[in-house]
């Protein structure tokens, strides 16, 4: 189906082994080639200018050797590519995203604090690699909390709709993605509510504005740009959340039961020009209980 890879980024730590095991399933439903990446990162003193004569040999990393070890367990396998590469992780990997159809982390690896929620290797991959990222937590965010279902487990897709600004390529990839679990898609559109003025001595309060109004407004106008995706996928079952309020809390909180939760990433704005998550992506990234993918704006979008 897919003539891209799944990349999958492994580290040797049990983040990593848990995205790999998801990009495996990814690859599987694509029909397309799973290609493991191990970045080795360079020690501090690595003089960077010093270039190496070429990459890395792939059989002779101990991380790829131990991801051929546990696959050697698994039937079905798509076809499988091992890349060995030196350098820095939060460089390299996002430009892997140039030449795949979706590239695949653990929410945190080996480095950094035990606390953290999300690596920065993760971070930077979701905010400047060119495909979807998909990352993948940890079982459990919270003493308390159950582990989130895997894509298995049968629970909806879910993505985040900006009814005011809906993105094209976050509505295709959903739709495309439920596709190929099974067809069960949820889009949740919340709107701003209560709603916040501001107003100078002497000005007049703004007339009341009905909040069943808003809600409504929200849905013709999602019902709207949803309309050509149904079209295209005429399999996928859908189903229209609309919610007051923090749009993070209410994708974190479907995360619970999601397979995978979907959101976009900033288009570059004119004041703003480099690549940049905004605060509700970023949220979802960090409290999420389920995968979350980022998806980028469209070519020629995200200029």
Known sequence: MSTQPVVAAVDGSEDSLRALEWALDAARRREAT???VHVRQLAPWTQPEVL???PPDPGEDPVLEQVRAHLAKQDALPAVQYVALEGAPGALLPELGATSGLLVLGSRGR???ASLLLGSNSLAAARDAECPVVVVPRPARGDDAPPAPSAADGGPV?????AD????ATLGFAFAEAALRGGRLRIVAAYPWPLQTWMLPGEMPPPDIDQDAVEHETRVLAEGFLAPHRERHAGVTTEVVVLPGDAAGHLVEASREAALVIIGRHR???LAPARMMGSVTQAVLLHAESPVAVVPPAPGEDS
């Open 165 to 168: 600004s809906p993105d094209d």
């Open 158 to 162: 879910v993505v985040g709709m900006n």
């Open 268 to 270: 570059r704005r004119l």
């Open 111 to 113: 480095g950094g604090f």
């Open 52 to 54: 190496a004569a070429g």
């Open 34 to 36: 799973l290609r493991i």
